[in-house]
């Protein structure tokens, strides 16, 4: 059954911005950690950044200094905002905690291109 929807997505040119956001229809607030993961055509998916419930914030390399994740639990809601976007950072994001609490949504797609 759906728990998370991410939206947000879409074509951004190389150096845009886009800020996904990922509503859970579930409480969060009790959830060690929130993750954004990715999956681009025929990779594995990854794990891109992630937030603790005390705000600890963690990043791949790929993203550090230009992906930025937040949550607001009061709207049981996690978004990443995306600068500097890369070619390279195309593929479909999905949010899910980063133990086993929840199944994989649908993700929204992402694609960098000029």
């Known amino acids: 059954q759906v728990q998370v929807v991410e939206s947000g997505g879409g074509l951004v040119q190389p150096g845009g911005s886009l800020r996904l956001s990922c509503v859970a229809y579930r409480t969060i607030s009790s959830i060690y950690a929130m993750g954004w993961y990715r999956q681009a055509p025929g990779k594995e998916r990854e794990l891109v950044a992630s937030?603790?419930?005390?705000?600890?914030?963690n990043y791949a390399d790929s993203v550090k200094g230009r992906f930025t994740i937040s949550r607001n639990n009061a709207e049981n809601t996690v978004y990443l905002q995306m600068n500097s976007l890369k070619p390279e950072d195309t593929a479909v994001y999905y949010c899910?905690?980063?133990?086993?609490?929840?199944?994989w949504g649908q993700g929204t797609q992402v694609t960098v291109s000029s």
């Open positions: 937030i603790t419930m005390y705000a600890y914030t």
């Open positions: 899910k905690d980063v133990g086993d609490a929840f199944a």
